[in-house]
């Protein structure tokens, strides 16, 4: 399993410090490109990460990018989900202002009488 790695390539481990979340932190990564996959394999570059004492495991298909750059651009997912969010909101609020339904018909819950 990808979490014994924590245990067995403790020493492969790269000590720096990196700017996640608007803050300087202390984190520990190590990066590794494996096969993965069942029948259809594909090689994907995983990174291994302890930060604040939490074990998280990162996978990308592109290898091109630096295990630092793949850990930052995880940092921005919350960021993310939540303009997501507020951009599917404002759509939708959008088409009920136009009198438009924002769902397609056959999304739609329609009571039956």
């Keep these: 399993h990808l979490k014994e790695l924590f245990h067995s390539h403790k020493e492969k481990f790269l ?9 300087k932190e202390k984190i520990r ?14 090689e994907l570059r995983f990174v291994l990460v302890e930060y604040n004492g939490v074990q998280s495991i990162l996978a990308g298909t592109s290898r091109s990018i630096e295990p ?5 651009l995880y940092s ?3 960021y993310l989900w939540q303009a ?5 909101r404002t759509l939708l609020l959008y ?16 009571k039956f009488v």
Excluded: A, V
């Design 29 to 42: 990564y190590y990066s590794i490109d494996l096969l993965w996959g069942q029948k259809l394999y594909q």
């Design 84 to 88: 997501l969010g507020y951009l599917i």
């Design 95 to 110: 088409e009920l202002f136009r009198g438009r339904s924002p769902f397609p018909q056959y999304l739609c819950i329609r």
């Design 76 to 78: 921005y997912h919350p």
């Design 15 to 23: 000590q720096t410090e990196l700017e996640l979340y608007g803050k």
């Design 68 to 72: 630092l750059s793949m850990i930052r």
